[in-house]
């Protein structure tokens, strides 16, 4: 390619709007993480992650963080988002989102939840963490989300 044709094709590139200009990372050229153990991922990534962790939960439904990945790779652009704009127009959400608060063993009693009143959330999350035989400590850290409030 001739000199005139090289500049041609970078004011070209210059013309684009800034989000297309950028370049995209690659494996080799990955940026780093937004937040301790997240994991950032291309398009292809993602989608290669969401169809192989649906596959995998498909055949082996008792793979949680196959299923949790599953989630994570498929939750954008839509779903995470609408959350989070919906808990922004809450004031209780936004204090979640401000606080961050991670529900633990150390941080609940199931004991207390089990005596809560039958139609409560706090009963029927306790019901439900007996009847799969989980604990809170069950579900491992987010990863794919890239947006570290939105994970």
Known sequence: MDKSASLRTFRRLLALPQPLRQRTFSILNRPPPNYPGHVPLTLAERGALAVGSAFGSLRNPHRHDLIAALGEATAKPYFISRLRTAMLANPTGRRILRDRPRITS?????????????????????????REGVTPDTRDQVRYIDDPEEA
């Open 106 to 130: 150390q941080t609940m009693s199931l004991e207390k939840l089990r005596q809560l009143p039958e139609d409560t959330v706090g009963r029927a999350y306790a019901a439900w963490l007996d």
